[in-house]
């Protein structure tokens, strides 16, 4: 949920300094609830998903806090899923607040959760003061008392290094058993994909980087599955990548492109801020590697369109390139993002219309069905 | 300056785990505790060991120290001191600080009083004063903070903090930082952070603690410190009886390197003052 309104002469940062004098809460209401009608219509429009995500005190994403999305979605939609991808784990003390909430939208929604664990970005560690040197002993720790909490029957006393609680008793649990579908999205840090490969969660990459980033993070990802002894599912990797459809090629980039960059150049500006400790000196040469691929390096459209940073054509152009693109991946989640930057409604409309009526039947008649969502608005397959 | 002794560069085992020593000279101990740039030497030490066993234990996460994923905060920084010290067999050693090693320097001084025999703080953090904060730490780039941290933006270490400048702050670019030279800085601010990120480089219990402080002290403070304001230096120096407070001109932070013959003069006269 983008804040399309930054003043031209601003050129600081959109994260973690970027003066809040600039938000306009009026503007704000009628964007809070455009977004919302964008994820509500991509139900109707047939998308098996949708996913939204958590940041804070930044213009990137207006939304700190996506459990009070997905719960306006649970009720305002019935069928698809709702991914919140996810909850930041170590900004929350205790965790269990996010057994509790995770568990209402499952419970409110008839078990139509996705439930997203991440570290948080690096600039969160900034806007909360949480310390990144522990960032990920927390999210570990955090991630097992609230699959406790979910799974085993309480009360029962957790004791960690982190947190510890005399009486975990979650009022409500999931209707999903034993607990909702855990997604885990990330950067490329080792640690990341072992974790997820030896849970048998969902692996879903971050977007904004090079097309061969990506390759080389899911092929690092299906070895670290096979380090545990099994071959991955497609269905626990995730493509996520920005989505524009328009009638023509020229058509598209002509609609788009602006909106592109304003998300890439005003939006994007601190978000790599990595705090000291967070990525483990270990972890730390597989993302630096990734580095120079990320879009704020990219220097032109052809660059955007070859490296993948957005799928951005006609019908026709867009189902070719996912076709070739998820097949390459071996993404069994396509997980698109609609709407970016200053993109406006007509236009996120328009393209989510086109999508579903042109791209995604011949993508699920490749593929199958399969569920897929967008941080920020709508767009799943 | 007196004529330097070699340094050795050696290991020792402590409960964290095995710990990097570079120790010097001969004579009565002085223990260094570097600051977050995890120095092993710099001039002043050199001078020092000419006549004095000079011992820096490197802080677990700094150079080849292990055991960072033992150490939680201060508590754990001053425990591990101790076992230092009797590692070392010594018992009651002078001990230098500088800046995140001043601010460890007091902690010790604070909790283990007998342990520490003379002390010398310079440019200490770990204290928050209102009027006076300290600049940012983390997530700044390096030629903004050598600003900060040098009077002279000629100083062969503010220099090449600007050279750095274009790699770190961005992680998209830091693949371009030379090998060998990345993990070490990655790491000595993983171990700050692991001390100072929140409460910031400060705890809030040191002002009412520092009264416990028995040993002799040296405040030694640059002029021109934009980190550390001179409010800091003060206000160590009221609240630990009998300080001095020495104020070197055209120093900065890093006041043992940018003036290393004034600080050196003034340590010397401390400790000869107070017993050799």
């Known amino acids: 949920m983008p804040y399309p309104a930054l003043p031209p002469d601003y050129d600081g940062p959109a994260w973690v300094t970027c003066p809040n004098e600039l938000y306009d809460p009026v503007l704000g209401h009628e964007l809070y609830n455009r977004y919302i009608d964008e994820l509500v219509l991509a139900e109707e429009l047939g998308f098996d998903g949708v996913c939204i995500n958590e940041h804070h005190q930044n213009a990137y994403g207006n939304m700190p806090s996506p459990n009070l999305i997905a719960s306006i979605l649970a009720r305002q939609t019935e069928r698809m899923k709702i991914a919140v991808v996810g909850s930041a784990l170590p900004l929350y003390d205790p965790p269990t607040r996010v057994a509790e909430e995770f568990a209402m939208i499952d419970v409110i929604s008839g078990g139509r959760l996705i439930a997203g664990f991440v570290v948080g970005g690096g600039p969160e560690y900034y806007s909360f003061s949480i310390n990144p040197a522990e960032a990920r002993e927390r999210f570990a720790e955090a991630h097992d008392l609230i699959l406790e909490a979910w799974t085993r029957p309480g009360p029962f006393e957790f004791s960690g290094k982190h947190y510890r609680i005399r009486y975990v008793n979650p009022w409500p649990r999931p209707i999903q058993q034993p607990h909702p579908e855990i997604w885990i999205p990330g950067v490329g840090s080792l640690e990341t994909m072992e974790f997820v490969a030896r849970r048998r969660y969902a692996y879903m990459g971050i977007p904004y980087f090079h097309f061969d980033t990506f390759c080389r993070t899911y092929d690092l990802f299906r070895e670290a599955c096979l380090r545990e002894g099994y071959e991955a599912d497609p269905l626990q990797i995730g493509f996520l990548a920005p989505i524009y459809v328009s009638d023509t090629d020229e058509s598209a980039r002509a609609e788009y492109e602006e909106h592109f960059w304003y998300f890439v150049k005003r939006l994007l500006p601190g978000i790599a801020i990595s705090p000291p400790g967070y990525f483990s000196p270990r972890s730390l040469p597989n993302v630096l590697r990734g580095g120079p691929s990320f879009v704020t390096n990219v220097a032109d459209w052809d660059g955007v369109i070859s490296g993948r940073f957005a799928i951005v054509g006609s019908p026709e152009t867009v189902a070719a390139r996912l076709t070739e693109d998820i097949a390459r991946l071996g993404a069994g989640n396509l997980l698109g993002l609609f709407q970016m930057g200053t993109l406006p409604a007509d236009l996120t409309r328009q393209s989510l219309g086109l999508f579903a009526e042109q791209v995604m039947p011949k993508l699920r008649a490749e593929f199958g069905a399969v569920v897929s969502g967008t941080p920020r608005t709508p767009g799943q397959l | ?276």
């Open chain 2, 1 to 276: 300056m007196r004529a330097a002794v070699s340094r050795t560069d050696e290991r020792l085992e402590t409960p964290v785990g095995t710990i990097q020593l570079v120790r010097s000279g001969a004579g009565a101990p002085v223990v260094y505790l570097h600051s977050a740039g995890g120095e092993t030497t710099n001039p002043p030490l050199e001078d020092l060991s000419a006549d004095h066993a000079v011992y820096v234990p490197v802080f677990p996460g700094f150079g080849e120290s292990e055991g960072l994923e033992q150490i939680d905060g201060m508590e754990d920084a001053v425990f591990h001191l101790l076992d230092v010290l009797d590692g070392l067999g010594l018992r009651s050693p002078a001990v230098i600080g500088l800046s995140l090693g001043g601010w460890m320097a007091a902690e010790l001084a604070t909790r283990a009083p007998e342990r520490v025999g003379r002390l010398v703080l310079a440019s200490p953090v770990g204290l928050r004063i209102e009027a006076a904060p300290v600049p940012d730490l983390f997530g700044r780039r390096p030629g903004e903070l050598a600003e900060d941290l040098y009077a002279d933006q000629s100083h062969p270490m503010a220099q090449m903090m600007h050279l750095l400048d274009d790699w770190v702050g961005d992680v998209t670019k830091m693949v371009d930082l030379p090998a060998g030279m990345l993990m070490p800085m990655v790491q000595s601010m993983a171990a700050t952070a692991k001390l100072g990120w929140n409460p910031y480089l400060h705890n809030p219990k040191l002002p009412g603690r520092l009264r416990r402080i028995t040993a002799p002290t040296l405040v030694v403070a640059g002029a021109a410190d934009r980190f550390t304001p001179r409010a800091h230096a003060e206000a160590y120096a009221a609240g630990i009886a009998g300080a001095r407070l020495a104020v070197i001109e055209g120093a900065g932070h890093m006041v043992p390197m940018e003036r290393p013959e004034e600080f050196t003069a003034v340590v010397r006269e401390f400790l000869a003052a107070t017993g050799g």
